[in-house]
């Protein structure tokens, strides 16, 4: 830190540096929070402050350390999408001198409770002919998302749709300015119709018949039609304590009708997952029985066509850009459609077909060895990819200033990368802060689930309980076989997850694999061994480094370092992330919390999430 004088200005706190006169804002998450008695007594005071990148970031006075509040925690978070990918040695699935055949067995041992529905009502665990099983389909879905982390390979399977948002109080200043140019400064309402034959949707303008009194008693969102004003009554819900009034809406003006193209019927269904009212206008305008003669709401159009509507006033309204724009990848040497690792191994539709079958797994073990108590989870939310500050890149990373952030409405902005789940030993014991569980109960007591949240009863598998399976692999080339082998055979202290309540801690397992090689062409060249068995020209393969060495080779022809062996791979920066992600334990005191759900409150401060390694740090700042 270094001596500073600061000046007050009508809206910011600037900072002038004795050491060379040059003057620097204070960072505006640490001017949010200093009381303004403070603003006021630190006028033309010298301090201690610390500069980074032209802000203040922290500065003493009066005894006291002001400085950037802890960054956000979340139980996720993400290792960095590869701006290049790496093509696969051998491109095509065509059968190659030297190609490799045969399978993997594998132990899963879970190390924290693992569950995983037999079906959507049900609370029992996913069982087959009565065996308790994890389905080949979640460990394949599993192995092939860190296939395609580790290999460079391209990031494929998410959502692609555009988001949607309602910045219109939003502390991000960028964001809530974008908020007013989208929504109409012109008050615009209509009746949304839709016209079976074509299959279109339609608004015909209507006219604003004034505001009628909230009636707090109505939580819900609700349209009524009342015949002798002609008028629809808009109840839009208890957005907030301070609104008073809500909208009428009359009977079409005469105007002509304007479509609604098909992209933005798509961005309004698409943003129900995020929408917290319980309306669909799309389902209500094709209910004839109790909207005969459409549905009313507010719009706004470009005088050719409609651009965005919804049920209020104030509406969400989408993101000029999709998800897929801010992934920002290219073919490493070249642009040219080529075979990334995931699919030279794991197929696709329609250029490859698969060279790995997973087996389910089974646990051979008695029920009443295994599986825990009834118990009803903690709340489980669902992923909001609209937290732009969690899922997108940050310029200054946890020191991005609000009006700083990038969001999905920046065609420049990059996405993080993919998403992964913290390891975190949670307690099934209600009293303990952090448990999974909200409730025991007995084992006739009927849950009530009236609240309509994410909590249901399950009955989960013990911690140290075992599953075994097998990989069955055909025509892998030795690169290929390393890559698969890398992904399941993680460094020392590192676990997989699987199946449901992984932000709660749920689902943490440890993979050991034994490699089996076929000869294909020596089993098919006798049917019986010596001993008069079935000749299946098996053989074990005790060292498995060595595929896992010549993939980590491979990759590093595409990479600055060169790493020799598997070992010197997870030093990539990447996979120094990823490694700490996979880490079971970390020697952290406040492990939990740190990898807890924010609160609402803190949600709206859009702290920006850390690297996974600066969340294993100490959170003060070296000042």
């Given at each position: ?212 009194p909230v009636d707090k008693a109505r939580k819900k969102i609700e349209v009524e039609y009342n015949p002798l004003e002609k008028v629809w009554y808009i109840h839009s819900g208890l957005f907030s304590n301070k609104k008073q ?379």
């Amino acid at each position: 830190m270094e001596k500073a004088k600061v000046i007050k200005t009508k809206h910011d706190l600037i900072f002038k540096m004795n050491r060379n006169g040059a003057e620097f804002y204070l960072h505006d998450r640490i001017k949010n929070i200093i009381p303004e008695y403070v603003k006021e007594r630190i006028h033309n005071q010298t301090v201690n402050a610390l500069e980074e990148n032209e802000i203040v970031i922290a500065f003493k006075f009066e005894g006291h350390t002001y400085t950037l509040p802890d960054p956000a925690r979340a139980p996720y978070n993400f290792i960095q999408l590869n701006n290049k990918i790496v093509p696969a040695k051998q491109q095509g699935t065509s059968n190659v001198n030297n190609s490799l055949s045969g399978y993997i067995e594998i132990q899963i041992k879970t190390k924290t409770p693992l569950f995983i529905r037999n079906n959507k009502e049900d609370e029992n665990f996913f069982t087959i002919n009565g065996e308790l099983t994890i389905p080949g389909s979640s460990i394949r879905g599993m192995i092939r998302n860190l296939v395609e982390i580790v290999s460079w390979s391209e990031l494929k399977f998410f959502d692609n749709r555009r988001l949607s948002h309602r910045g219109m109080a939003d502390k991000a200043k960028r964001l809530q300015n974008i908020y007013k140019n989208e929504i109409s400064t012109e008050e615009k309402a209509g009746i949304l119709k839709y016209e079976e034959t074509t299959r279109k949707y339609f608004i015909y303008p209507a006219d604003l018949k004034g505001r009628f009194p909230v009636d707090k008693a109505r939580k819900k969102i609700e349209v009524e039609y009342n015949p002798l004003e002609k008028v629809w009554y808009i109840h839009s819900g208890l957005f907030s304590n301070k609104k008073q009034q809500n909208w009428k809406i009359g009977l079409p003006n005469g105007k002509s009708a304007i479509p609604v193209p098909d992209i933005v019927v798509q961005d309004y269904l698409s943003d129900s997952k995020s929408r917290t009212e319980d309306v669909d206008l799309i389902e209500w305008v094709k209910d004839k029985n109790k909207f005969p003669d459409g549905v009313p709401v507010f719009y706004n159009d470009d005088s050719t066509q409609v651009i965005s509507f919804g049920h209020t006033r104030n509406y969400r309204v989408p993101y000029d850009y999709k998800i897929g724009d801010h992934v920002k990848q290219d073919w490493a040497n070249s642009n040219e459609e080529k075979i990334d690792f995931a699919h030279a191994i794991f197929g696709d539709s329609e250029i490859t077909s698969t060279k790995v079958f997973f087996e389910d797994a089974i646990c051979f073990q008695k029920h009443n060895e295994v599986i825990m108590e009834r118990y009803v989870t903690q709340l489980l939310l669902s992923p909001k990819p609209t937290t732009f500050q969690h899922y997108l890149e940050q310029p200054f990373g946890t020191k991005t200033q609000m009006e700083e952030l990038e969001h999905w409405g920046d065609n420049e902005a990059h996405i993080r990368g993919n998403k992964l789940y913290w390891h975190r030993n949670t307690s099934a014991n209600t009293s303990d802060n952090h448990s999974w569980v909200k409730k025991h109960l007995r084992r006739d007591e009927v849950f009530d689930q009236t609240t309509g949240t994410e909590q249901f009863p399950i009955r989960a598998v013990k911690e140290e309980v075992v599953f075994s399976s097998r990989i069955r692999f055909d025509n892998l080339i030795e690169e290929e076989l390393g890559c698969l082998l890398f992904a399941l055979q993680l460094p020392e202290g590192c676990c997989h997850k699987l199946g449901m309540g992984k932000p709660l801690g749920l689902g943490s397992v440890h993979i050991t694999p034994s490699l089996t090689l076929i000869d294909r062409k020596e089993r098919y060249s006798t049917i019986f061994d010596k001993n008069n068995s079935w000749h299946t020209a098996e053989e074990k393969e005790d060292d498995l480094q060595q595929y896992k060495d010549a993939f980590a080779q491979y990759i590093g022809n595409y990479l600055d370092e060169k790493p020799a062996n598997a070992e010197a791979l997870w030093n990539n920066n990447r996979l120094r992330e990823l490694k700490i992600m996979l880490t079971l334990n970390h020697n952290v005191s406040d492990w939990l919390e740190r990898t807890s759900y924010q609160t609402l409150e803190e949600f709206k401060q859009r702290l920006v999430l850390p690297k996974p390694s600066e969340i294993t740090k100490p959170k003060t700042y070296n000042i």
